[in-house]
């Protein structure tokens, strides 16, 4: 038995749940107003024979403990079996190998933290550090912020951090790897000499690296740690630790540049900004965040090179962040599934000149109004693209357009689409019926080129065991990577084993079996073997395809099945007596409707139709509800 099987046979998702929401009892099940986001009316379900919970509101989300715990703390997978192994008591297993890297890991860790100490003794005592003292002071960093952050100085010497660590037990190879020094023709010299120095954390923390800022004209003027097996400078959020529980609890995370930026504003109270450290927003520092918040704000720097930044980082954040499925019925009384960014990414534009901490500092009234204000991304996108082109050459507007109209096509809302549509026209100054009309051509091409793939439902409710073949499928996917263009629409949503189902998400992403490793929860690793280790018969590439695609289809049945029985659900909770208005809407139209897009939503309309169907004055119930009959005319 696995690790994740035993947690769970050892945890009931009941007392999980419950520690986070009330739940009142509901037939067999349980139901209670949903914590991931605000409602009147309880839409959210704990399945007790399933162990497994799921959103019937607008979040459309559902797993088992531990999605819920992963979307409710905002944590990866590692930390929520982490924490649910401590609840069930369980010792997660370790290998020698992953036993040697962490105590390297540590070890790198425990340099950084010595040496952190130092800088940060000397910034406070030592008179060489005075410049470094009299800069903060100038940038309004307080006593206790210095304290907080820990901030400190390295003075000018060869080598007195390296002396200083060795005294207190560390290797100079360690010291080294580390980061903090250099290894020169055989002689080895302080990285970071005569500079104001911050040091950074991970989101548990510890001490992983530094930024060293020049205090005279030398180059560069920040110095980061190289990289190293704990510190990766794109992979880093700056003030993470300290904001994590200030940006779930505001529901927003505001990033910043600059490391000063960050101290200011938490100095202020302003707890919720991080800062991306002078780069542009990577795919991992938002996997960090979209843990916390799904709510971004970019204060980054006004000029011609801040704008580009903001610009990257926003093409960086719709493709890294989530999306979501949005039931759009149609005038036939169809549903139309449309995908959009569920995301709220804005943009705080700074007065012209001023960095965030000039402007907390001199007023915090002035940053709170800024950040209030913040400009929504589209807004920001079409003024951005537009003033860095010549709306008065033909090329450009064209230009502009190219790149514009894919943006408002993630807009779902229709009027807001039309708002926008109608300011694109202004800012290219063409008709509107023409871009009305290159937006319908473009999409026209995008579905002649788009291959059909399944839709992607909320998240099963039940756990029809299919492990063997999960395995065997990822078996094939992991030996053999030729397969992987024959799975291309294989999905998460495959996978109800969650070990199978982060085994194929990280496969997803990965370019090799050692990379895929890396990438893994280390309590993963056994199962990752024993996946790589099953026992593959001898055949043909030929045969090996054929194999793969008749697992896929098995996977494809089994995913049909788990949501015939969410339709079950549905209709339990319908025959027991809930009304309409909590049942599945995009369900119930399909029904009426008669008709449905694709197999999938097929496969679900049929199943509903035909129990509905068994209860005819069931049936007239459901339908006056969603249509009620207009009053008899006189």
């Excluded at 997660?92 to 890297?101: K, V």
């Excluded at 030729?482 to 990965?510: I, M, Y």
């Excluded at 969410?566 to 339990?572: K, N, S, T």
Aim: charged share 30%; net charge negative.
């Amino acid at each position: 038995m696995s690790v994740v099987d035993e947690i769970k046979q050892k945890l009931d998702i009941v007392d999980i749940v419950s520690q986070h929401v009330r739940l009142m009892k509901s037939g067999q099940n349980f139901k209670g107003l949903c914590p991931f986001h605000a409602e009147k009316d309880a839409s959210f379900y704990v399945y007790p024979q399933q162990q497994s919970w799921h959103c019937f509101g607008s979040c459309g989300t559902g797993g088992d403990i531990f999605t819920f715990i992963m979307k409710k703390e905002g944590v990866d997978f590692a930390e929520a079996l982490r924490r649910l192994s401590e609840t069930a008591g369980i010792a997660l297993e370790t290998r020698r190998q992953g036993e040697e890297e962490d105590k390297e890991t540590d070890k790198l860790r425990e340099v950084n933290a010595a040496a952190a100490l130092y800088f940060h003794h000397l910034l406070v005592n030592a008179p060489e550090a005075a410049a470094a003292r009299a800069y903060l002071g100038k940038r309004g960093a307080t006593k206790e912020g210095i304290e907080d952050f820990q901030l400190g100085f390295s003075p000018d010497s060869w080598d007195s951090v390296i002396r200083y660590l060795a005294d207190k037990g560390f290797s100079e190879a360690e010291i080294t790897q580390a980061g903090l020094a250099i290894e020169k023709d055989g002689r080895r010299y302080d990285r970071f000499r005569s500079r104001l120095m911050f040091p950074i954390r991970d989101a548990r923390g510890r001490a992983i690296g530094f930024g060293g800022r020049a205090l005279d004209d030398a180059i560069p003027k920040y110095l980061n740690s190289p990289q190293s097996p704990v510190f990766a400078k794109g992979e880093v959020l700056y003030g993470l630790d300290r904001a994590a529980a200030s940006i779930r609890k505001e529901n927003m995370a505001i990033i910043v540049e600059g490391y000063m930026d960050v101290l200011a504003a938490h100095q202020h109270g302003f707890k919720n900004v991080i800062a991306s450290m002078g780069t542009s927003l990577s795919e991992k520092q938002l996997d960090a965040l979209k843990r916390l918040s799904k709510r971004l704000a970019l204060a980054l720097d006004s000029d011609a090179a801040g704008n580009a930044a903001t610009i990257r980082g926003i093409e960086v954040a719709t493709q890294a962040l989530d999306r979501k499925v949005v039931p759009v019925p149609t005038w036939q009384g169809l549903v139309r599934y449309n995908y959009s960014l569920d995301a709220d990414i804005r943009i705080i534009t700074l007065p012209p000149g001023k960095d965030p901490d000039e402007v907390i500092n001199e007023s915090e009234a002035t940053w709170t109004a800024l950040v209030d204000g913040a400009t929504p991304v589209v807004d920001y996108l079409m003024g951005a693209i537009a003033s860095a082109l010549d709306m008065g050459d033909p090329r450009d507007k064209s230009a502009a357009v190219d790149r514009l109209l894919p943006i408002l096509a993630e807009i779902q809302d229709p009027v807001q689409q039309a708002h926008y549509l109608q300011k694109l026209a202004r800012i290219v100054r063409v008709d509107e019926r023409v871009l009305q009309e290159t937006r319908s051509r473009k999409q026209a091409a995008g579905r002649r080129k788009r291959d059909p793939s399944p839709l992607p439902l909320p998240s099963p409710l039940v756990a029809a065991r299919s492990q063997p073949i999960e395995e065997y499928c990822l078996a094939l996917l992991l030996r053999h990577s030729e397969l992987a263009a024959k799975a291309s629409e294989l999905t998460e949503g495959h996978f109800d084993h969650p070990a199978n189902r982060e085994v194929f998400c990280a496969w997803r992403q990965s370019l090799s079996v050692e990379a895929l490793r890396s990438s893994l929860a280390e309590a993963l690793h056994p199962h990752l073997d024993h996946l790589i280790g099953l026992p593959l018969p001898p055949c043909s590439e030929g045969e090996r395809e054929a194999a793969l695609a008749d697992r896929l289809r098995h996977l494809e049945k089994h995913r049909l099945q788990r949501l015939k029985a969410r339709d079950e659900l549905f209709l339990a909770d319908v025959l027991a007596g809930r009304s309409a208005s909590e049942v599945s809407r995009a369900a119930l139209t399909m029904w009426r409707s008669g008709e449905a897009h694709g197999e999938e939503i097929a496969e679900e309309t049929r199943y509903v139709a035909e129990h509905l169907l068994r209860d005819e004055e069931t049936g007239r119930a459901l339908g006056k509800a969603v249509n009620p009959p207009k009053p008899e005319q006189k």
